[in-house]
């Protein structure tokens, strides 16, 4: 009874093994796909020019849709007994949501009511990306997992108008979690579909918007992430 029992547990463990070994181990490879922007431009100015009263306070958001690329490394092992993995990566990735997005922004005077346009950009540069990797074994050959990623990069907004153009530039963190489905096509080969949400930032520019009138200007991001990636583990 003894023998049976051991040889039960010897047959499960090398099962599970088996299932678990397309994932151990480190691993580097690549990603591409599409990501949807959400920009926020918002302005709020006030004052009097040449004896006209003004006063702004507009926010507008905007959809980009962009594509994505990047490459990746890590490690990650298999629980022989729950088939639960766990690991890291580490990533730099890139989007090509880089172009001005035109805003008419509604201006309110003692003499009447008009419109300004402004162009604003928020733009990233590549993103270096850190987050653990839970995940779970299932199908042989199949592994479902979440990522709670932290994303930095140097961040700029662009804000070109009628009277003045400007710039501002911060280093940025942001929360990028990402879920999605692993699959071993070969013992070393996995390909890789995700999905993720960026949580993005805000960058505020306190430069007055004209000569007598005082007020900020900011540029809000977040974004929705779709990506397919192939690696090779080691």
């Not at 463990?13 to 691993?27: L, R």
């Not at 172009?99 to 990233?124: C, F, M």
């Amino acid at each position: 009874m003894k023998k049976l029992f051991a040889g039960l547990l010897v047959t499960t463990a090398c099962s599970v093994i088996a299932n678990a070994a397309p994932f151990d181990g480190f691993y580097v490879g690549a990603s591409a796909g599409y990501t949807q922007k959400n920009q926020t431009f918002s302005m709020n100015a006030s004052g009097v020019e040449n004896g006209i009263s003004i006063s702004i306070n507009d926010k507008q958001s905007k959809h980009i849709n962009a594509f994505n690329y990047g490459v990746m490394a890590g490690y990650g092992c298999v629980c022989t007994t729950s088939n639960l993995y766990l690991g890291a990566e580490i990533s730099l990735h890139h989007d090509t949501a880089s172009e001005d997005e035109k805003y008419n922004v509604p201006i309110s005077s003692n003499i009447g009511n008009g419109t300004l346009p402004v162009k604003a950009q928020y733009s990233r540069s590549p993103a270096i990306g850190f987050a653990p990797r839970v995940g779970f074994v299932f199908a042989d050959s199949h592994m479902a997992f979440i990522k709670p990623g932290l994303e930095i990069s140097r961040d700029r907004i662009e804000i070109h108008g009628d009277s003045r153009d400007t710039t501002s530039s911060k280093t940025k963190f942001t929360f990028a979690p990402e879920i999605g489905v692993t699959k071993a096509i070969h013992k070393n080969l996995l390909v890789t579909v995700s999905y993720g949400y960026c949580f993005g930032n805000k960058i505020t520019d306190h430069s007055n918007p004209g000569d007598a009138l005082t007020g900020n200007y900011s540029v809000k991001y977040t974004s929705h992430v779709v990506k397919v990636g192939c690696s090779y583990r080691f």
